[in-house]
């Protein structure tokens, strides 16, 4: 506030946080949640073991450009759920409940590829930049994008819908 921070930062919107925390199907989730928040890369909004890292191979492109090439895809140290489990005390199967809940609640979205679990916080909730340029709001466009089609598809997956939607 009334200065511009040169450094990686986390901004939490509160009238977000507050709206969540009002919903009651959150419960414990929310300290899972509080314990994740760092882990997010400040670029991408992937959940990482070095979430400071600034994937642009080429500092002379902007991230688009940076995204297709080969360098910057092994950037980013994803990591495990049960390694998380671990880090945090909790069970894999605790671990893998709360993150249902925050899913539900559009916090997160997880995007299954293989074996691979790859999980993006919303940027309406938690917002880690450094700066931010044109190329980064687009960015943020883009997953906010990918959130809502995330969800419209979740919901005609063909799962029973719960009694609340």
């Known amino acids: 506030m009334g200065e511009k921070i ?3 930062f986390t901004q939490v919107y509160q009238e977000k946080l507050k709206q969540l925390m009002e919903n009651k199907a959150l419960g414990n989730a929310l300290g899972t949640f509080y314990k994740m928040i760092p882990y997010f890369h400040y670029q991408t909004y ?7 890292v600034d994937i642009r191979t080429d500092i002379s492109k902007n991230l688009f ?6 360098e910057t895809q092994g950037k980013l140290e994803h990591i495990k759920l049960k390694d998380f489990a671990y880090y945090i005390n909790v069970t ?16 997160i979205k997880r995007d299954i590829q293989g074996k691979s679990v790859l999980i993006t916080i919303h940027p309406d909730i938690v917002y880690r930049k450094d700066y931010e340029s044109m190329h980064d ?3 943020g466009s883009v997953i906010r ?9 979740k919901r005609n997956s063909g799962r029973k819908p719960k009694k609340s939607e």
């Open 92 to 107: 894999p199967k605790t671990l893998t409940e709360h993150l249902n809940i925050l899913e539900d609640l559009s916090v």
């Open 145 to 153: 994008y990918q959130f809502s089609q995330h969800k419209r598809n």
């Open 6 to 8: 040169k450094e990686v």
């Open 46 to 52: 992937y959940f990482v073991w070095n979430p400071d």
């Open 65 to 70: 450009e940076n995204l297709n090439l080969i």
């Open 137 to 139: 709001k687009y960015y």
